[in-house]
Structures are given as structure tokens and as C-alpha cells.
């Protein structure tokens, strides 16, 4: 089985400082990670993913996040943000190998409030 | 803009009323989900279909159900729901059903039971 851990539940910031989401993770097999945005209500959006390859992933949008295997973290981090930054983002993970009853399904973590003030 | 589209986006039911959820993709995605969202929590799952097969059930109550007309179309039947059932209830669909693969999330049905 997976689980996720949020660090923060509510991450305020001010317009163009520097943001870091922490997302920590525990699993017995080998995950794959993403990172989702909702906006107020709305749906999520996939902001961003590691499957393999480079640990370092970014989305088009100026988010980036690092895959730390030996801290087994995901954080996420923007340089700048933006006052339409203001949303929930959400860590999750699904197993990397095929079969297991989690074969397919992703793990949430309790999701970040990131509110970016002007 | 997202290409899995949910209606209605709001719907309030009486606990003795049957309803019922609409989601429709045409990214030619062949596995469908459902996901339950309370306020402020993670989404959970609820039902995966794979190729218009019922893959897992989450053990969801049996006032919960799924159907899949086709490949296309994801619906969620509703009846003799409870006022904890109140929530945002997300469709999603992905290439397939498996590891890797990224799921794209409608915008959700808020659903209020009264």
C-alpha cells in the first residue's frame, strides 16, 4: 500500500516570492508521481508527473518538482508565483509495477492551499 | 479547458429520489473512473471501468451505481441517497487503466442530498 503526507495544509505567500510545497511519501514497491491542481471550484489538472528518467520535472507553467528516491519526497517549488497560483495542489502517487490490489489507482495526499497575496 | 465533461454541475435530491450523473469523453481514453471529493479532502475512488467493464468497486454502497454505455460515456445512478453522500463527485478517463498512465478529471457534479 501507498500513502502520501502533505507537510502543509495552508501555504500563504506574497505575489512574485518563492513557494515549496512539501510532498513526502511512503510505499513498499517502486511509485510513480504527480502533482495536481484544483482551482476553486473546479475540477483537477495534471500539473505535473515523474515516471523515469531525469528526477527533475516541469510543467509548463513554471512549476517544478525534484523525485528525491532516498527521501522518498516530491516537493514542488516556483521561483515566482502569481496571484492565479491561488489554488489546491495535490500530491498522489500509483505503483509502478503491474498487478497488487493498487495496480492502477492513485493515492492522494490531503492536498496544499496555496494562497498567493498581493 | 478540459475534455471531460460532467453534467449536471449542480444537482440537490431528496433522500427518496433517484437521480443520476453524466460524464462523456471523446479523447478515445478507454478507462473511465468516478471519484468522490468532500470539502476539503482528497478525492477518493469510487469505480473504475476499463474498456466498458466494471474493473474495481471500491466498496460502494449499493445505492452507488455505475454504468457504461460505452466507451464514450460514463453515467452514476443515484437513489435513496444519504445526506453524508453530499460531495463533489469527479469522472475521469485515461488512455488506459494501468500504472503511468495520467488521468484527466472533469470538472465535477456537486451534488447536495437533502
Known amino acids: 500500500a501507498q500513502s502520501v503526507t502533505q507537510l502543509d495544509s495552508q501555504v500563504p505567500v506574497f505575489e512574485e516570492a518563492p513557494v515549496e510545497l512539501r510532498c513526502n511519501y511512503s510505499?513498499?514497491?517502486?511509485?510513480?508521481l504527480f502533482w495536481y491542481v484544483q482551482y476553486p471550484n473546479q475540477g483537477l489538472q495534471l500539473l505535473l508527473k515523474?515516471?523515469?528518467?531525469?528526477?527533475l520535472v516541469e510543467s509548463i507553467n513554471g512549476f517544478e518538482a525534484e523525485f528525491n528516491k532516498s527521501q522518498t519526497s516530491f516537493h514542488l517549488r516556483k521561483p515566482s508565483v502569481h496571484i492565479s497560483d491561488t489554488a489546491e495542489y495535490f500530491c498522489?502517487?500509483?505503483?509502478?509495477?503491474?498487478?497488487?490490489?493498487?495496480?492502477?489507482?492513485?493515492?492522494f495526499g490531503q492536498g496544499t492551499i496555496l494562497t498567493v497575496h498581493p | 479547458d478540459t475534455e471531460v465533461t460532467q453534467t449536471p454541475k449542480h444537482l440537490v435530491m431528496g433522500m427518496t429520489n433517484k437521480k443520476s450523473l453524466k460524464c462523456e469523453q471523446h479523447?478515445?481514453?478507454?478507462?473511465m473512473y468516478w471519484y468522490k471529493q468532500k470539502a476539503k479532502k482528497p478525492p477518493e475512488l469510487m469505480f473504475v471501468?476499463?474498456?466498458?467493464?466494471l474493473s474495481i468497486n471500491e466498496s460502494v454502497p449499493s445505492r452507488f451505481s455505475p454504468e457504461c454505455p460505452n466507451s464514450s460515456l460514463l453515467n452514476l445512478h443515484l437513489h435513496a441517497l444519504q445526506p453524508e453522500d453530499s460531495a463533489l463527485y469527479l469522472c475521469?478517463?485515461?488512455?488506459?487503466w494501468g500504472t503511468g498512465n495520467t488521468i484527466y478529471f472533469g470538472e465535477g457534479s456537486w451534488l447536495t442530498v437533502v
Open positions: 515523474y515516471l523515469s528518467g531525469s528526477t
Open positions: 471501468y476499463s474498456y466498458e467493464k
Open positions: 479523447m478515445g481514453h478507454r478507462a
Open positions: 498522489a502517487v500509483s505503483p509502478s509495477n503491474a498487478g497488487g490490489t493498487s495496480y492502477g489507482k492513485l493515492t
Open positions: 475521469a478517463s485515461s488512455p488506459h
Open positions: 510505499s513498499s514497491v517502486s511509485v510513480y
